[in-house]
Structure formats: structure tokens, C-alpha cells
């Protein structure tokens, strides 16, 4: 097989590689983004946090809010939501960002998935 | 209000299920902090397993063991190809009989029903309890390389009803519950018949079919008529994948089949998010490692 071909072959598992743990990143975030509380369950979007921090700024202290399932879920205290989806949606963005850009920086199959390539 | 996690655990002549229950445990204790965890299994699995791991590393696991009857039967006559990929596979007995029993077995009031080879690498499942949902499970799952897609675990039959996976699944001890459980018994008591109106491949018994049967006739009759989890999808892999090692807590990596040149693999680093582990020989491979990664 010439060199030209083991190359191509090469960076296509690497693209491959590149893509799957990029999923795997993806899939994990997802997860982090997923909050139950009061027997519901909320995705934390952009949305929802706006959303909530423009009933706080309404004034309201409580509200009952759509969850993913569309029941309704009784929210007593809204800033204590706020600050609880808030610190989450940072915690899973940080860590997605400080993986994220270990993969961009990894040039190899061995360094993307950051194991010995002598084991 | 009592929480908990239920395992079913019956070893065959290859595969220790029990030794996967006893490791899973471990990683349910470390990453859910929930003590309770019950298994069931038979006398000649418990035996086998205690004498190869000690009854002290596995009862310090396992808070409740459950010892139950085979029925040597249904052990002869359900056979499955098990796969250590592609290069390797076994017809041996696939033993899942008691699992629609969850709900009479569970001394929780409210239970994770998990399979033994989903390993539990997060806390995720954690946000099931206290839900306003009474009986949760998936019908929407995803295989951790995304472009392997196999449309026949998405429905019974291609003209037929979406298919659950009964490999995790919550429940309240409730009426709705109960009824829900005992519906699966009916399926599985009836076959013959629901394969005729169902008309799922094959004939081995399988928990997710009938399952799913009991999710459609308890949903109304309604396709998805059963909730989700509180979990954004099931993650798995195939049995025809490897598992590289267990490199450090909660990680995972593993050897995923090329979809298009079988036989070839990439490598995938998973960590922190639970994941469905098909290769059980390969979990067995890592045993040690895994053990060693566990507080």
C-alpha cells in the first residue's frame, strides 16, 4: 500500500475517532443538562433560565412550570431554581468546553482517546 | 419512603452474571450512594460466584440476596448466540424468566429494576426517585457510536409497535405498577398467542418484548403510551465490542466495531454517563481493573 493511501486511511480513523468522542462529549452534557426536582423533570436551555429569570423580575417568588413530560411542577422558590439550573448548565458547559478543546488540541488517535500508546 | 436497586442474576455455563451484579453494586454504592441493593439469583449461581469471589466481597455488595427456583425448562429451551465479537460466538442458555416477578420480589417502595451488565457510571438515575412518574422506561436508546443505527431494536416488527428496553425501569409500588407487572406474566404465559398478534422475530423470550407488549396494552393502546426516563437516552454497545480497559473511576474504553468493515475497530473513551455493556465477557476481562477504579 503506498504512503499516500496509509495516510488517508490513518486520518480517516482519526476523523472517526475525532467524531465518536465528540458524540461521547455531546451525550454527556445532555445528561448534566437534565434536572428532576418535585417529581418533574427540566432540561436546562437558554430558555428555561431566561424564562425563569423574567418571572423573578416580575416579581413572582413561585410558578408552576411545564416540565419535559408537560406536567405541571409546583416551583416554591424561583431563585433557588434559578441558582440551582444556573450552576449546573456551568458546571456541564465548563467541563464540555475544557474536553472539547483537549480533542481540537489532539493530532492523534492515541491522544484523542489520552491513553499510552506503549500499553 | 425505602429506595433501592433490583438486579436478576443467573449465571450460565459461560457467563457469571452474579460477578457482573457483584461489580455493578459496587459502582451503584459509589456513584448513587444507595446501599440498598437486592439481587436475585439461584443456589448453584450463588455457590459458584461466592466460591470464586468470597461471600464476604459479595455480601458486603449485595445488601439482600434473593435465591430462587430455575426452571430447568425454560433454561433448555431458551438459548441465545452470545457474542465475543464478531470473531467469536456461543449458543448458551439465556436465563430471564423471573424478571416480570420485580415487583413481588422488591422490598423497596420504590425500585430501579437495572440489568446486571449496565453499568452504573454516574448518578444519573438518581433523579427517578420521588418522581410524579409511578412506572418509567425507555424506548429511546443510543448506541454510543451514533451512526451504527439498526432499525429492527427500534420496533417489535417493522410494521409493529416501538419497542421498550426492560434493561432499566422504574417503578412506585402502586396499583398501576403491580397491574403492569402482571401483565408482562400474562405475555409471558401467552407466547405464543401475543407473538402472533405482535409478531416479534425469533423464539427466544425476550424481556423487552414483552415488556413492550405490556407497555402498549397499560398505555391505552397508545404507541409510547409508557414515560421515559428522567435520562436523556440509554446509551449501549454491541456484543460484537471490546472493552480496552478501565483506565481510571467511572471510564471506560472501549473497542467499537467499524459499522461498515466488521471485525475492525476504533477506540472510544466513555466516561461518567451509565452504559450498556453486551460483550459480558468483556466486562469480565476488566473485572479487576473496574474493581480497582472503585473506592
Given at each position: 500500500m503506498s504512503s499516500k493511501l496509509t495516510k488517508a486511511l490513518e486520518f480517516a480513523n482519526y476523523r472517526t475517532t475525532l467524531n465518536v468522542q465528540h458524540n461521547a462529549l455531546k451525550a454527556k452534557v445532555q445528561t448534566l443538562l437534565s434536572y428532576s426536582t418535585n417529581g418533574g423533570t427540566f432540561e436546562i436551555s437558554h430558555e428555561l433560565i431566561s424564562f425563569v429569570k423574567m418571572l423573578i423580575d416580575k416579581e413572582y417568588s413561585n410558578a408552576v412550570l411545564l416540565d419535559v413530560y408537560q406536567n405541571p411542577i409546583m416551583v416554591d422558590n424561583l431563585n433557588d431554581f434559578l441558582e440551582e439550573i444556573l450552576s449546573r448548565y456551568f458546571e456541564a458547559v465548563n467541563e464540555y468546553h475544557a474536553e472539547y478543546t483537549k480533542l481540537k488540541k489532539a493530532r492523534k488517535v492515541h491522544k484523542l482517546i489520552d491513553i499510552d500508546i506503549d500499553d | 419512603m425505602t429506595k433501592g436497586f433490583l438486579m436478576f442474576a443467573h449465571n450460565n455455563e459461560e457467563i457469571d452474571y452474579l460477578k457482573l451484579a457483584t461489580i455493578n453494586a459496587y459502582l451503584i454504592k459509589q456513584n448513587?450512594?444507595?446501599?440498598d441493593i437486592t439481587v436475585v439469583t439461584n443456589q448453584h449461581s450463588y455457590d459458584y460466584t461466592v466460591g470464586e469471589l468470597g461471600k464476604e466481597f459479595v455480601h458486603n455488595a449485595i445488601s439482600n440476596i434473593v435465591i430462587t427456583e430455575k426452571d430447568k425448562n425454560f433454561k433448555r429451551a431458551n438459548n441465545r448466540l452470545y457474542?465475543?465479537?464478531?470473531?467469536t460466538s456461543k449458543p448458551l442458555p439465556f436465563y430471564n424468566?423471573?424478571?416480570?416477578?420485580a415487583y413481588k420480589i422488591s422490598?423497596?417502595?420504590?425500585t430501579l429494576l437495572i440489568d446486571?451488565?449496565?453499568?452504573?457510571?454516574?448518578?444519573?438515575?438518581?433523579?427517578?426517585?420521588?418522581?410524579?412518574?409511578?412506572l418509567m422506561m425507555n424506548w429511546s436508546y443510543q448506541d454510543?457510536?451514533?451512526?451504527?443505527?439498526?432499525?429492527?431494536?427500534?420496533?417489535?416488527?417493522?410494521?409493529g409497535i416501538t419497542m421498550y428496553w426492560a434493561t432499566v425501569v422504574y417503578f412506585r409500588k402502586t396499583d398501576f405498577a403491580e397491574q403492569f407487572f402482571k401483565t408482562v406474566e400474562h405475555v409471558r404465559d401467552n407466547r405464543e398467542y401475543y407473538q402472533d398478534v405482535?409478531?416479534?422475530?425469533?423464539?427466544l423470550y425476550r424481556n423487552d418484548y414483552s415488556f413492550s407488549v405490556a407497555a402498549h396494552m397499560m398505555g391505552g393502546?397508545?404507541?409510547?403510551g409508557i414515560e421515559q426516563l428522567p435520562v436523556p437516552h440509554l446509551y449501549k454497545t454491541f456484543d460484537t465490542d471490546d472493552v480496552h480497559s478501565a483506565?481510571?473511576?467511572n471510564e471506560l474504553v472501549f473497542y467499537l466495531e467499524k459499522p461498515r468493515s466488521l471485525g475492525d475497530f476504533i477506540l472510544c473513551k466513555w466516561r461518567g454517563l451509565d452504559v450498556h455493556v453486551m460483550n459480558k465477557w468483556a466486562i469480565n476481562r476488566v473485572s479487576e481493573e473496574l474493581l480497582c477504579q472503585i473506592n
Open positions: - | 448513587c450512594d444507595v446501599h457474542k465475543d465479537t464478531s470473531h424468566v423471573d424478571r416480570c416477578d422490598p423497596y417502595d420504590e446486571a451488565d449496565y453499568l452504573i457510571l454516574s448518578n444519573s438515575l438518581n433523579s427517578c426517585w420521588g418522581h410524579n412518574n409511578e454510543i457510536m451514533s451512526e451504527r443505527d439498526d432499525p429492527t431494536l427500534k420496533r417489535l416488527s417493522p410494521s405482535y409478531k416479534w422475530p425469533g423464539n393502546f397508545v404507541d409510547k483506565p481510571s473511576k
